[in-house]
């Protein structure tokens, strides 16, 4: 049953499409209920089979198996003029823009309004307040092709809300766009989420982006959802081999450790030296736990890579060091600082070949 806050309510969703020689299970019975007014994000590598998820919950895609409800109506149940309302509901946006080039950039916004029976002046009036709204006024007259990337992604942003949709979909939006640009993109997205109210399921293949705008992240392998949660909980307490390899892509953490591999050998450590990773949560710093390393234990910490993050008002942090001391001692104490959302991790060469922790 489709709660009222859900807006989006997909169940037990497969899509498998046949070709000639084969059969492709391209999205295998996923469950996926999106609240009204949520960012969601939705992550997973190329062939994941997020695209077709999301083209089922406009039933741009039909699904082979599964319901799909969109703020409370069963879509596979409308006739089609119903359909085509409810459609007008829920907008996409994609990496390639997709613009007319023929057409300025307020027609290109003004262009969904053509077939309503709004009057050329209103609809005029409405695509020049959506161009406004996404910072690009004095742009109305110009043509897609003398605009950048990012201006091109506004302009569709524009174009996507003239049917004052309830939810906006962004299909790999940034994917296309360098990270300055990328960030005013999100930012914007993140600003219409705000005063619209407009729900955003935003598809990504990078943690960067669901962890800049996200609430909630459900991660997809080979046609399924195999993890899904709070942006801040996968992001610190990851429970699939897949997220966490996202999450570490992220933080630049294998970077560091492949970086770290090429120039430390633990081999030549000596008896009281450790290679160490910590991983803070919340209210504990770095500072907290150096300051702690040095007066508890009298331990002397060389960093070689650290990373905080703020995630969903939470901060998140890693921290690469060789610690040098009374090892024993501080292994034994940092058991009881898990509680406290420090975790940490002894690192071996292994670690340092593989990439990996
Ligand atoms: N129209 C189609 N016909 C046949 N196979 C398709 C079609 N669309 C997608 N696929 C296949 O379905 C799988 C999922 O694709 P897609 O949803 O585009 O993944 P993603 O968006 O995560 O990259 C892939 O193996 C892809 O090749
Ligand atoms: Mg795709």
Known sequence: MATATNIIDLKDISVTFKTHDQTVAAVQDVDLTVEKGDIYGIIGYSGAGKSTLVRVINLLQKPTTGSVTVSGQDLQTLKPVELRQARKKVSMIFQHFNLMAARTVLGN?????????????????????????VGLAEYADTYPSQLSGGQKQRVAIARALASDPEVLISDEATSALDP????????????????????????????????????????????????????????TQPQTALSRDFVETSTNVKEAIERIGSTVSIANFASNQELMYFNFVGQSTKEGVLSKLSKEF??????????????????????????????????????????????????TDANLKGGEL
Request: hydrophobic share 45%.
């Open 109 to 133: 916004v003004e262009y969904p309004l053509l077939g309503s029976r709004m009057s050329k002046a209103d609809r005029r009036a409405k695509a020049a307040r959506l161009l406004k709204l």
């Open 180 to 235: 300055k640009t990328t960030k005013s993109i999100l930012n914007l997205l993140k600003r219409l989420n705000a005063e619209l109210g407009v729900t955003i399921v935003l598809i990504t293949h990078e943690m960067q982006v669901i962890k800049s705008i996200c609430h909630n992240v459900a991660v997809m392998d080979a046609g399924r959802i195999i993890e899904r949660g709070r942006v801040s909980r996968v992001f």
């Open 298 to 347: 009298g331990i002397d910490v060389n960093i070689l890579f650290a990373n905080i993050d703020q995630i969903d008002g939470e901060n998140v942090g890693v921290m690469i060091a060789i610690l040098t001391g009374d090892i024993e001692g501080f292994n034994t104490a940092v058991t009881q600082w898990k509680d406290r959302g420090v975790t940490t991790q002894i690192l």
